[in-house]
């Protein structure tokens, strides 16, 4: 049996793209995973996603049989990859191979970094992972909420971004996520000037206390970049943001909303959940050694 490698940038072409999630849907009706996000189909058409896919074809029917994915999300040429195989052609040497292809491909770009994402509970790709000298490093889960309508609380306004913002927004990065002035920055420009994304504001008393990002896929909202000043919190400013959310995808006729978040954050776990967010499906993270 004989199997071809493409690599290939983003976007990718419509073909292709409706094969990336033939395969996903494959491995969905055997492992009962969503691997879509893992693999970044969401954005795979994206003009202004950054990195590339590798593409494993079986010779015999031009049949999509593997495919990974490395996209460097911040812009920053550090990347996060991730491999998925057919079933059927597992444990025959594929994943080795599109190992080498990724590798290449993060010197060809000069990475300062990767980072390999796995499905929670798949022991032999953790194996396959820790063969290759990457060790654990983190844990982020998906959590959804079904879209309906829903108030926002007295006193609170959600709009989207502007730029007399700007400074205030800032603060809230930094206080909230511990960034640093040019990093708020570059994430309110990346969350800004990305098609697709849109940056919200939760104002009250006539200031600036909390944010958050959301970007459409098909029938879902997804949530990212949620902050709230911590001289703020308490106050249901989170909340605010996120039962927005779920009336943005409501009036939108999307069905679910969205978000990831690191396990071991307890007060954002918190907060999703007061706010009716489910847990999904769940990603480790692995660093090399």
Aim: proline share 2%; net charge negative; hydrophobic share 45%.
């Amino acid at each position: 049996m004989n199997f071809s490698f493409m690599t290939v940038s983003f976007p990718v072409d419509k073909e292709t793209y409706a094969e990336m999630k033939a395969l996903c849907e494959t491995c969905y009706v055997a492992d009962h995973l969503h691997y879509e996000s893992i693999l970044n189909i969401p954005v795979a058409q994206n003009y202004e996603a950054q990195g590339f896919f590798v593409l494993v074809y079986n010779d015999e029917d031009d049949q999509l049989v593997g495919l990974a994915s490395a996209i460097d999300m911040m812009g920053l040429n550090t990347f996060e990859w991730s491999i998925l195989i057919a079933p059927m052609y597992r444990r025959m040497g594929l994943g080795d191979a599109v190992y080498g292809v990724i590798q290449d491909g993060l010197e060809v770009r000069a990475s300062n970094g990767d980072l390999a994402l796995m499905m929670e509970g798949m022991e032999a790709g953790r194996l396959f992972l820790n063969q290759r000298q990457y060790a654990y490093s983190f844990s982020e889960a998906t959590l959804e909420a079904h879209a309906e309508q829903t108030t926002v609380s007295e006193g609170i306004i959600v709009r989207p971004f502007e730029m007399k913002d700007m400074n205030m927004l800032i603060n809230i990065f930094c206080e909230a996520f511990g960034d640093t002035a040019e990093e708020a920055q570059d994430l309110i420009a990346f969350n800004t000037q990305t098609e697709g994304l849109v940056l919200w504001v939760a104002e009250t008393e006539g200031e600036v206390a909390g944010t958050v990002t959301t970007r459409k896929d098909a029938k879902a909202q997804w949530v990212s970049a949620l902050a709230v000043h911590p001289e703020k919190s308490g106050q249901g400013i989170g909340t605010a943001l996120l039962n927005s959310v779920k009336q943005l995808a409501y009036t939108g006729e999307e069905n679910v909303v969205l978000l990831d978040v690191e396990i071991d954050n307890n007060r954002a776990l918190a907060v999703y959940e007061k706010a009716g967010f489910t847990k999904l499906s769940q990603i480790d993270y692995f660093a090399k050694q």
